[in-house]
C-alpha cells in the first residue's frame, strides 16, 4: 500500500520533556489511525508536528512522497493536510454557516481578499451541505456562541473538511462527549475511536 503519509525517527524535546522519540508511522490512503495515550504523551505535538505548527528537532515527514517537514501550517494545508483542534478554533461571534463560509472560501486555492465579496455563487449550497453531513443543517443561522461545545467540534471538523484533503487529522474528535459518526472525506484518515488501526503514543 503506498503511504499518504510516512514519518521516520522523529524527535521532538521542550528542554527535558521527550514529545516524540524516533516516532516512525505510515499511513494509507483510506486508512483510519488511532494515536492512543495519557495526556502528555505527545499525542497533539504529533499533528503540531505533522501540520507545521512545531518543526521536529530531528527526523522525516513525507506527505506522498514529498518531505514537508518545517514547512508552514498554511503550505502545509495547501498540500493537502487539513486538522481540528483540541479546542475548536472559531469565530464565536459568526453563525455556523459563517463559520464555514470562510473554510469554503479558503478551500479555492486563493486568498481571503477584503475586495472580494463574502459571498459567491453555490458557496451557501456548499456551507450548507457540510453542515447536513454532521447533522447540523438546522443549526446554520446559529451564532457560535449559543453552540454547545459538541457541535462546536464538529464545527471545526466540517471546517477542515472543507478543503477535501488528502489527509484529515483530528486532534481528540471525542472531546465533548460527541459519539456521532464522523464522516470520512476520499483517501482521507479519521484517527477516531473506531479506528481499524490503533498505535499508543
Known amino acids: 500500500m503506498t503511504s499518504v503519509l510516512s514519518v521516520r525517527g522523529l524527535d521532538k ?49 513525507a506527505l506522498d512522497g514529498m518531505d514537508i517537514a518545517g514547512r508552514s501550517p498554511r503550505n502545509v494545508a495547501r498540500l493537502g493536510i487539513s486538522r481540528s483542534f483540541q479546542i475548536p478554533q472559531l469565530f464565536i461571534e459568526l453563525t455556523a454557516a459563517d463559520n464555514l463560509s470562510v473554510a469554503v472560501c479558503g478551500a479555492r486555492g486563493q486568498a481571503l ?37 459538541g457541535v462546536r467540534k464538529l464545527i471545526d471538523i466540517a471546517m477542515a473538511l472543507a478543503r477535501r484533503p488528502k489527509l484529515l487529522l483530528l486532534d481528540e474528535p471525542a472531546r465533548y462527549g460527541d459519539r456521532r459518526p464522523l464522516c470520512r472525506p476520499g483517501g482521507g484518515v479519521l484517527p477516531g475511536s473506531d479506528s481499524r488501526r490503533r498505535r499508543s503514543a
Open 113 to 149: 481578499s477584503f475586495h472580494a465579496p463574502a459571498e459567491a455563487p453555490g458557496r451557501r449550497d456548499k456551507v450548507i451541505e457540510l453542515l447536513q453531513r454532521f447533522g447540523l443543517g438546522d443549526l446554520a443561522d446559529r451564532p457560535i456562541s449559543e453552540l454547545a461545545g
Open 13 to 61: 524535546r521542550f528542554g527535558a520533556v521527550v514529545a516524540a522519540d524516533a516516532l516512525s508511522l505510515d499511513i494509507g490512503a483510506g486508512q483510519r489511525v488511532s494515536l492512543i495515550g495519557a495526556n502528555g504523551a505527545g499525542k497533539t505535538t504529533f499533528v503540531n508536528l505533522v501540520t507545521g505548527y512545531l518543526k521536529p528537532d530531528s527526523g522525516s515527514i
